[in-house]
């Protein structure tokens, strides 16, 4: 069986190599047209990551459930990690986890409880009150967390390390 968390390492970062290329392209093309379609393009590159991030995330729920033989992966590696007192470990995970339910559903209780930690957040999140991460960024997708290249390396680190934690019982 394949190793997950080495795998979506590899993922990530070919991914993100190729995304970040394709980026590269679509700016030079915008220096001598403000076609549309460029700036669909730039759009569509930060869906992109956004998908990448909930689907690994998505994934390794699911593989935490079959080797943990439980009905919620996230919360039996929670559980093991809280008894193996790995908690700064325990909180990271934990506010990933949010992240893609905010991701994924929106305002709810997951957003919620991140914007009661917000000074915590190794990402940032809209307030209630914001439209925009970065005003005038035409390629800004409307989501309540910023998905960029850190937040998807950090999914995959996370991953990695949460994985290496559970395995060395």
Partial sequence: MHNFEDLIYRSTSYTLSTLEETNSKIIEALQTSGSTVYLKNLQMIQLQKTIFAIGMFSMFDAILQDELTCRNGFEGAKT??????????????????????????????????????????????????????????????????????????????????????????
Avoid at 97 to 107: M, P, Q, R
Avoid at 138 to 146: K, P
């Fill in 80 to 169: 093991i990690l809280k008894e193996k007192q790995k908690l700064e470990l325990h909180d990271s995970f934990d506010y990933f986890i949010s992240a893609i339910n905010v991701l994924k559903h929106g305002e709810g209780r997951s957003y919620n409880n991140l914007l009661s930690k917000i000074e915590l957040l190794p990402f940032r999140i809209k307030m209630k009150d914001e439209n925009f991460f970065d005003e005038g960024d035409l390629s800004e997708i409307n989501t309540l967390v910023e998905v960029d290249d850190n937040f998807v390396l950090n999914c995959a680190n996370l991953i990695e390390t949460v994985s290496q934690e559970i395995r060395s019982e």
